[in-house]
C-alpha cells in the first residue's frame, strides 16, 4: 500500500499492488478541511485499511470465483461488515436441520433405491429431489449398504469356521498314505522305540515331552523343531498319543523319518489300559449327549441374533463351538499323571507350536510346589491374546459362577506347559475338572462355552507358577500384527486361532515359521502335492 501526495496537498492517493484497490484518490479543498483533519483521517484509514486487506483475502480465498472489483468485494464483505450471516452459512446451517429431522424419521419401506450415488446425483437432478428426499434416500441407501456388509462380514467368517475345521486334502492325504504303508511296509511297522531303549520311556532324568494330536503333519513339526533347536538332542524323549483312526499313519511317519538321537514314541488312546469309560464317565457324556454334539457339529447360524452380534463376538462364538473341543485328545492332558505313573516331569506341547530355542532350561525351573507352569496371558495390551481374565472365559451372570470365581484373576495359556506330575498327583486337580465339566454340562453349557481352558483354569486354582512370558508367544493364528521382534525371540511361537499356518487361510508372513520344519523332500509330502509356499 502506498499513499501518495500532491505537492499542493490538495489530493491524496492511495494505490495498492494486491490486486484487490487499484486507487482511492482524496482531494483536499483547502477552504472546508484543515491540515489537522486531514492529519486524523489518514491516520484513521492506515488503520483501517491493512483490516479491510486481509477480510478481503480470506473471503476471497474462501470463494469460488475471485473478485477483482469493488462492487464484488462489497457484495462478498457486506454482510460480514454489517454482523449478518453468509448465505453459505445459512443453506448448511438448513441442511443440518434437514439431516437431523430424517435421521429421527423411520426409513419408508418399499422406496426404489439407486444402485450407486452417481445414479442417485443423476436421479436427483432428473426428478428435482428437494433436500429432504435426497437425504431420505442416501440413508435408506448407507442402511443397506451397511447390512450387506455385515452379512458379507458374517459369511466371511462362517466360511472361515468351516475352512478351519476342516482336514485340508493333502494332510488328508498323506495320513491316508502312511497308514496304507503301515500294512505294506514292515519298516513303517517296526517297534517304536526299539527294544533297547524302551526303558528310557519312564527314566525321569531325560526330558520328556507330551503331545497329543491327530495331525501328523503338525506333529512332524512340534517334534522337528524342537529337536533341531536342542542343545541336548540326546536327552529328549517324545510321547506323541493319537486316536485310534490315525495311529497307523502316525507311527509309520516317525518309523520312516526318525530324528536319532532324540527317543520318539507313538501311542494310540486305546493302548492306555487306564483309559477306560470307568475312569473317564466325563468323556463319555460329551460324547453321548445329543445336544452337545449339536452345538459343536450343527447348524451355528440357527438361532443366532445376526442383527444384534458384533462380527467380533460372532467370530469368537465360532471359535468356541470348534469339533475339537469334544475330542479325547483335547482332554487328554487332565490325566497325565495316570497315563505317566513313573514320570515326575513333563512338557506338554499342542500340535500348533514352533520351538525356536533350546527347551531344557524348563526343566531346572523352580515351580515352587506348583504343578503347572504357564505364561499368563491378562498383563499385556494385545486385547485378542494377551488380556485375558476369568471374565472373558465364564459367565458371570450365572450364580455359581459369581459366587465362586473373581471375575479378574489373571487366566492362564495352554500350548506350552511345564507339569509337576509328582506334586499332581497329590491335588485333586483331576475331580475337579470332572466336577465342573459335568456340571456345565448339565446346565447346557451356560457356564462358559470354550472347551478345555475354563474347566482347567478352575481346576488349577493355586496350582500354577506364572513363567517368563518369551517362553511362549501366543496369537499367531489370531491376528496378522504379530511383532516379528517379538516372534524372534520367543521360544515358543503358539498359532492359537483359526489361521493354522497349515490351512490356506493362515496368516502369508508368519507361515515361514512354521514351513522351515516341513520336510517338503518327502516323498508322501510330495505326491499328496504338500508344496513349499
Known sequence: MQLHFSPSMRSITISS??????????KVAARHISYRTLFHTILILAFLLPFVFILTAVVTLEGVNKCSSLDCLGRRLGPRLLGRPDESVRLVSDLYKILNQVNSEETPDGLKLPESFSQLVAEMKNNQYDAKTFATKLKAMM???????????????????????????????????????????AHARRQLPSPELLPLLSDSSYHHFVMATDNILAASVVVASTVQNSLKPEMIVFHVITDKKTYAGMHSWFALNPLSPAIIEVKGVHQFDWLTRENVPVLEAVESIHGIRNYYHGNHITGANLSETTPRSFASKLQARSP?????????????????????????LDDDVVIQRDLSPLWDID?????????????????????????????FSHPRIAESLDPNECAWAYGMNIFDLHAWRKTNIRDTYHNWLKENLSLNLTMWKLGTLPPALIAFRGHVHAIDPSWHLLGLGYQSKTNFESVMKAAVIHYNGQSKPWLEIGYEHLRPFWTKYVNYSNDFVRNCHILEP
Open 324 to 348: 475339537k473341543y469334544i475330542s479325547i485328545l483335547n482332554h487328554l492332558r487332565i490325566y497325565l499323571p495316570e497315563l505317566f505313573p513313573n514320570l515326575d516331569k513333563v512338557v506338554f
Open 143 to 185: 442402511e443397506k449398504f451397511d447390512k450387506e456388509v455385515r452379512a458379507s462380514k458374517f459369511a466371511e467368517l462362517m466360511n472361515k469356521h468351516f475352512a478351519a475345521s476342516a482336514i485340508p486334502k493333502g494332510i488328508h492325504c498323506l495320513s491316508l498314505r502312511l497308514t496304507d504303508e503301515y500294512s505294506s511296509n
Open 17 to 26: 499492488t494486491n490486486g484487490f484497490l487499484d486507487f482511492m484518490k482524496i
Open 367 to 395: 515351580l515352587e510346589g506348583k504343578v503347572n507352569g504357564a505364561v499368563e496371558t491378562c498383563k499385556g495390551e494385545d486385547e485378542w491374546v494377551m488380556s485375558k481374565r476369568f471374565k472373558n472365559y465364564f459367565n
